[in-house]
C-alpha cells in the first residue's frame, strides 16, 4: 500500500526541522488527527514533533486555542481569522517553533451551503507565515481529509524551504 502522506514534504519538513533544531505542532480540526498521524509516521518524530490537538466545536476551539468566540461562532469556526489563531496558539500550547493548523468541511453540510473547503494557517514562533482557504478535489470525506494534509504539508515544506 502507498503511503497516504506527502512522503517528499514530510521528508523536507523533516529535514529543516532537525537541521534547524526546531519543532512543530498541530491544531485541526476538519482532518480529525491526520494531521497528527503524518507526523507520527516521520522517522525521529520525537526530536521535531511536539503533539497535536483536535477540537472539532466552538467550545474546544476556545477553551484551549483561545480562538475569539464571536467571530468563530458566526462563521462556525471556519475561516482563515481561526486558522490563524489555531496555528499562532498551538505554538505556545506546545512549546514549539512551528504551528499548523486546519478548519474546513470535508463533507457537505448546511452551514457550509453544502461547499468543501478549508482554512489553513502556518506559523513561526508564534507569528502567522502563511494563510489561506483550499478547496479539495474529490467528493468522499476519507479522501479529502487526506488530501488536505497533503496540501498543508506541501505548503508548510514550501514556507521552511523557499
Not at 514530510?10 to 498541530?26: G, N, P, S
Not at 498551538?90 to 514549539?96: A, D, G, K, N, P
Not at 468522499?140 to 498543508?152: A, L, M, T
Request: include cysteine; glycine fraction near 6%; proline fraction near 4%.
Amino acid at each position: 500500500m502507498d503511503h497516504p502522506f506527502q512522503q517528499e514534504a514530510l521528508h523536507k519538513i523533516r529535514a529543516y526541522l532537525l537541521q534547524q533544531e526546531e519543532t512543530i505542532a498541530v491544531a485541526e480540526s476538519v482532518t480529525a488527527g491526520f494531521m497528527q498521524l503524518a507526523f507520527s509516521t516521520v522517522s525521529d518524530a520525537m526530536q521535531l514533533f511536539q503533539g497535536g490537538i483536535t477540537t472539532y466545536n466552538l467550545g474546544q476551539k476556545y477553551h484551549h486555542l483561545r480562538v475569539e468566540p464571536t467571530h468563530a461562532f458566526a462563521c462556525n469556526c471556519v475561516s482563515e481569522k481561526v486558522a490563524v489563531q489555531m496555528a499562532t496558539r498551538v505554538c505556545t500550547l506546545f512549546r514549539s517553533d512551528w504551528g499548523i493548523s486546519i478548519t474546513g468541511f470535508a463533507a457537505p453540510v448546511p452551514e457550509s451551503a453544502q461547499q468543501l473547503y478549508a482554512f489553513y494557517a502556518i506559523a513561526h514562533r508564534g507569528e502567522a507565515l502563511r494563510s489561506g482557504r483550499i478547496v479539495p478535489v474529490g467528493e468522499e470525506p476519507f479522501s479529502i481529509q487526506r488530501w488536505y494534509v497533503n496540501e498543508v504539508l506541501h505548503m508548510l515544506a514550501e514556507a521552511m524551504n523557499p
